[in-house]
């Protein structure tokens, strides 16, 4: 019954959000993520502070996963970038371009982003760190990105009981 109610729950909060009906992830995906402690931190921490963003947690888990990234750095950029979906525009919750970017959703604009950050030339190959300095070169921006992932918790959280 815990495991029924958690996926309705898990369902009906990625409905609640305005960009969940394009949503770049599949039913079956949101079943196997359903588990996962990943998509609780980032939805605490974003419910915590009363963040729109918090309805995403599964696209931020599975953008990160699709390409190799930390789980953490995706809602974290979105943290600082949009406050956590409070203040952003084109779609654009993690400030791709300054905000320039338009995207199709907010979900499509997480996983293009997450794929930038893994695949494209100017990030790919380098440490955490400089993909940080060079995605905003402002001295405290990875000071303040490295802050809020480890408040998000550890790289790896064990899965649920």
């Known amino acids: 019954?815990?495991?029924l109610s958690r996926a309705v729950v898990l369902c009906a909060s990625l409905l609640?959000?305005?960009?969940?009906p394009d949503s770049d992830i599949?039913?079956?995906e949101v079943y196997r993520?359903?588990?996962d402690p990943r998509i609780d931190a980032v939805r605490d921490f974003f419910l915590q502070y009363d963040c729109p963003a918090a309805g995403l947690a599964l696209d931020f888990v599975a953008a990160a996963d699709h390409n190799g990234l930390d789980w953490r750095l995706l809602p974290s950029i979105a943290f600082i970038e949009?406050?956590?979906?409070?203040?952003?525009r084109n779609n654009n919750i993690?400030?791709?371009?300054n905000g320039r970017q338009e995207f199709r959703s907010v979900s499509a604009g997480i996983h293009y982003v997450g794929y930038q950050l893994a695949h494209s030339s100017?990030?790919?190959?380098?440490?955490?760190?400089?993909k940080l300095f060079t995605y905003n070169p402002r001295p405290e921006y990875v000071r303040l990105i490295l802050d809020i992932m480890s408040t998000l918790?550890?790289?790896s959280l064990p899965p649920k009981p």
Do not use: C, H, I, T
Request: proline share 8%; glycine share 10%; net charge positive.
């Open 153 to 155: 918790g550890p790289e």
């Open 16 to 20: 609640a959000v305005p960009s969940s």
């Open 1 to 3: 019954m815990k495991k």
């Open 94 to 97: 993690l400030g791709w371009d």
């Open 26 to 28: 599949a039913f079956a």
């Open 33 to 35: 993520y359903q588990q």
């Open 82 to 88: 949009s406050s956590g979906g409070k203040d952003f």
């Open 122 to 130: 100017l990030y790919r190959n380098k440490p955490l760190e400089r």
